[in-house]
Every structure is written in structure tokens, then in C-alpha cells.
């Protein structure tokens, strides 16, 4: 494996993350003032258990994603999909943004027309726990942020945790 992948990525990606606990809210202003507005990669992690996700497919807004479909398609990965854990919680999605922030708002309360999970839209998601957690592009000294880097990021941490099942792609 290339060294600086070795030496200067996989260590960040392991390092400690940002995580902010997300409970029910309507307005991004309610959303605790982390996450950052800056660049980055995040992930979202949940105690919920599978077959509850698995329950949510039809959307109000069609660009808001089918859980069922992604939970479906994501586990025929088998063991390269990353397990259930209800006792510490799980990562169930990956992305990267240029603000973290709006990202996260869009994740959990959704944005018109935007492919987002907008968890919030089902009430029986309220009751878990959820995090949004994320590293900041400026962690990566020496890189500047792009689309490209912060892709490259999130496929390379994908690949050293495993396939989330709430992502597709």
C-alpha cells in the first residue's frame, strides 16, 4: 500500500472523530452548534436495530432514500457490510461535504429535493440514539479540499470499516 496512505491518511481516519449526539429537532438552529460548517468526512452512526430501518422504504419526497431498498441491496455484501451493534451503536451511512453542517441537518430532518435519509421524517427513529460524526479536511495537513479528496476519504475509510448499509454508492 502506498506510504503515504500508510503513514498519513489511515491514521486520521482512525483517529478520534468528532461526534455529536443528535436528538429529534425542526430547524437547524435547534442542531447544537457542532457540526463545523467546514469541509470534511462524516458518518452517522445509531443504536437502531436493522429490522426496524428495514421497515422505511416509500418516501413523501422521492429523492429522500428507501431504507428498505439500501438495507436490502447493502447486506447481499454479506460480510463486508458492517454489523448491528444496538449495545454501542453502528456506522449505517458515510458521506463527505463541503459543510458538514448542512449535511447534517439535511440527514436527519430532511431538505426538499435532496437526496438525504431525513431520519426525523419517522417517529419510531426518535426513540434511538443517533451521532453524526466527522473529520474536518483540515486534519489532512498537506491536502487541499476538493470533491475529489473528500471522495477519496470517505471510500478509503469505507474500506477500512466496512460497507455501511444505508449507502448505495
Not at 454501542?88 to 463527505?96: P, S
Amino acid at each position: 500500500m502506498n506510504q503515504i496512505i500508510l503513514e498519513i491518511l489511515l491514521p486520521k481516519l482512525e483517529s478520534k472523530w468528532v461526534s455529536v449526539q443528535i436528538r429529534p429537532f425542526r430547524e437547524i438552529c435547534e442542531l447544537p452548534s457542532q457540526p463545523t460548517r467546514k469541509a470534511g468526512i462524516y458518518q452517522i452512526k445509531t443504536n437502531t436495530p436493522i429490522n426496524v430501518l428495514s421497515k422505511f422504504s416509500i418516501r413523501k419526497d422521492k429523492a429522500h432514500y428507501n431504507f428498505e431498498k439500501k438495507i436490502k441491496d447493502s447486506l447481499a455484501l454479506k460480510e463486508l457490510t458492517i454489523q448491528e451493534d444496538i449495545k454501542d451503536g453502528y456506522v449505517v451511512y458515510t458521506g463527505h461535504q463541503k459543510h458538514l453542517r448542512q449535511r447534517c441537518k439535511e440527514h436527519f430532518i430532511g431538505s426538499k429535493g435532496t437526496g438525504c435519509l431525513n431520519i426525523f421524517e419517522f417517529k419510531e427513529l426518535h426513540q434511538y440514539n443517533w451521532w453524526f460524526e466527522y473529520l474536518e479536511v483540515v486534519n489532512f495537513s498537506g491536502f487541499t479540499d476538493s470533491k475529489l479528496l473528500r471522495t477519496y476519504l470517505e471510500q478509503l475509510h469505507r474500506a477500512n470499516i466496512g460497507w455501511p448499509i444505508l449507502c448505495s454508492q
